[in-house]
Every structure is written in C-alpha cells, then in structure tokens.
C-alpha cells in the first residue's frame, strides 16, 4: 500500500501495544514521541508488560499505560500501571479505538498481535508476518490480524524501523534519539546507592543477558573491566538481577575496596539513574545497554553476533546496537564452529568467548577516554 493509511492529527484514540523487552521499550521512544507530536488531540493508550513497566509508568507520551497479567481462565486482565489506566482503557475500548499500531518488527513472543486483534479498532496498523524467516514461521497467520501491513526493507535499526511504521500510519518522526525520563527520587535513591563513590570516577558494568551465548564469560570480563578502572582510576558498580551476583563477586575479586555491587537491588528506573551517573557503561547485548544510551554515556557492548553475520537476525547491532553516538559494538572476527556464520547458536557463551580481553579493554579504554567525563 502506498501513502499514508491514516490521518493522525484526527484521531481520538490510539492504542499502542508494546509487549517486548525494557531494551525494545527505549527503542520505541522515538516512535512514542513521533506519534504524540503527530496525534496532538488523541487520548494515546500503551500496553507494556509488566516487566518494563517501570519504566512507561513516567512515558510523557502516552496519557494512560496498561499492562496484561494473565486470569485463571486463561484470559488476561488489562491492569492499570499509570493511575486510572485501566479506566481509561475500558473507556476507549467502549467508544472504539481509532487506530492500533503494533510496533514489533519481529516474531511476537508476547501476545501483542492478539491484543491487537481484539482491541476493535477502526485500523490495525503492524509489521508484516513476512520479515523474518522465523516470524513467517513461529506468527504464520498474523497477518490476518491487521489492516494494515508493513514489510521495510530488512537489516535497518528498529529505531528506523519503528519510525518507518510511524510513517506508514501518519505520523512524522520528532527526532530518532531515544529517551528516559527518571524522576527526583529516582536520582536520589541512586546517590544514596552510589555513596561510597561519591566525588570519585565511576564505571557501570552490567554482565547479564536474556541467554548465556550473549554472556562474556565472567572472567574474561572481570579481566576487561580490572584494566579499565585501573587505567582511569575508577570505582565500578555492577547492576543486574542476583542472577549476576556471582559475575559481580568476580569483579569485586579482581578489584578489591572498589566495586559497589547493587545486583537484585534496583528496578530498571533506578539501575538507568545509577548508570546515568557513571563516566560509561560496559554491558552485554541486553536492556542495560539501551539504558545507558538513553542517559547518555558512552555504551561498550559484548555481542555474540560475528562480523559479517546476517544484519536481519535477532542477534544483529545492525538492528540492536546502543542507538546513540558513543557506542561501541565487540564481537568475534567470525563464528566459531559449528556455529554458522549467519551467527552463534550455541547454548551457553560460545562465539563471544572469542573476543580477546587485552582488544577489548583497548577499545573501551578509547571509548570512555573520549568522553572525558567523570561521574557526577
């Protein structure tokens, strides 16, 4: 289809269903802020879950934000997450929705097509079943589920891709930098947590991923990060979920006095506000990373993906690199076998076990030294 399939600046009630990660909520900031500019008059409604609700909960983007949990019979229950959000869902479902847009290029893991689906708007607005080997596969049908499909071109950032589905439905892009927006006590908390560094240089380091290929084995980072902090003379803190407690403890062993281990003692908000007070982060390819883009500063990132692997796959920084202007992406100079060179496959850390440590605390070094920043 061509031109525009909607006018936006005459829409009343707009739903967006975001079901994805934290990391692909910063991703579609851009297209939140698009679509506020483009649709000045609508009562906008976003459905996150409730995972990443922390973080929508302060989206000035949105006028209400919902979040799905699951009912003993097996439906779901649309909860509020911003007060009086689950009202204002039932009220716009009641009046009909104008138009649901789905911005979720790849395979929908979550139920965010069904939600569109029922949603009983006017437009359904998403990305076609056909972009991905495995969405044509794992989403065969979906397509029936909206009015309108896109299929872009495969291999860009999903910052462009969500906002050439923004187009497609009306709306004009207000930019393409992401965003996040901590509150006062946000901030306070993470000068609370970060007392012990006060007045002192700080690095972030966030070793977690969602699975183990995407994990620069513990070691080999707590070697990367020990050269780091001692060649710019810096405290490090270390964030994630107790699942990472164990890296953290090996960091903390390469540099005793020095690290402050906050793993499974901050939610999302309060681990970009920590970040956001650091001269840089190092993390794997996962949420944190996005998190730091998002605050601005410098964002070093381990990835399993190796050079020249396929620029559409799950794994690939063509479409989910740090989207901000100091970034830095490490990965293998190739897979290793008997990973395919598409990418790595393995079940625990495999391909990005190959990146050399002495390379990567170089790079980094280069990085954080460009941004000549200390910690607040």
Known sequence: MTGAVFDLSSARRILVVKLDEAGDFVLA????????????????????RPAVADLAVTCPHAD??????????????????????????????RAGFDLTLVPRYD???????????NSRARAVVGFSETVTPWKASGNAGFDRAFTHRLTPPPGRHEVEQNLALLRFAGG??????????????????????MADAAG???????????????????????????????????????????LERAAAERIAAALPG?????????????AAAVIE????????????????????????????????????????PERFRPWCARALVLRPAAALP?????????????????????LAAARILALFGESGGASP
């Open 277 to 316: 007070r650091t001269a840089g982060l190092i993390a794997m390819d996962s949420g944190p990373a996005h998190l730091g883009a998002a605050v601005g500063v410098p964002v070093a990132v381990f990835s399993c993906h190796p050079e020249g692997g396929d620029s559409n796959h799950v794994h690939a």
């Open 29 to 48: 900031t851009p297209f939140l802020r698009g679509l506020r500019a483009s649709a000045p008059r609508a009562r906008i409604v976003l459905a996150v």
């Open 172 to 193: 004009v892009p207000d930019g393409d930098g992401v965003e996040l927006h901590l509150t006062a006590e946000d901030r306070a908390e993470a000068a609370r947590l």
């Open 107 to 117: 395979f929908d893991r979550h139920g965010a097509t069904a939600l569109a689906a």
């Open 64 to 93: 209400a934000v919902v979040a799905p949990h699951p009912k003993p019979d097996g439906g779901i229950d649309l909860r509020g997450v911003t007060p009086g959000g689950a009202v204002a869902f039932a009220e716009a479902f």
């Open 338 to 358: 008997p990973c395919s060179a598409e990418s790595c496959t393995a079940a625990e850390a495999h391909c990005i076990a190959s990146i050399p440590p002495e």
């Open 200 to 242: 002192e240089r700080t690095i972030a380091v966030a070793p977690g991923a969602a699975a183990s290929r995407r994990e620069y084995p513990p070691e080999r980072l707590a070697a990367v990060v020990a050269v780091v902090a001692i060649a710019l003379r810096a405290r490090v803190a270390v964030l994630g979920t107790e």
């Open 258 to 270: 020095r690290v402050t281990d906050l793993t499974g003692r901050t939610g999302l908000r309060l």
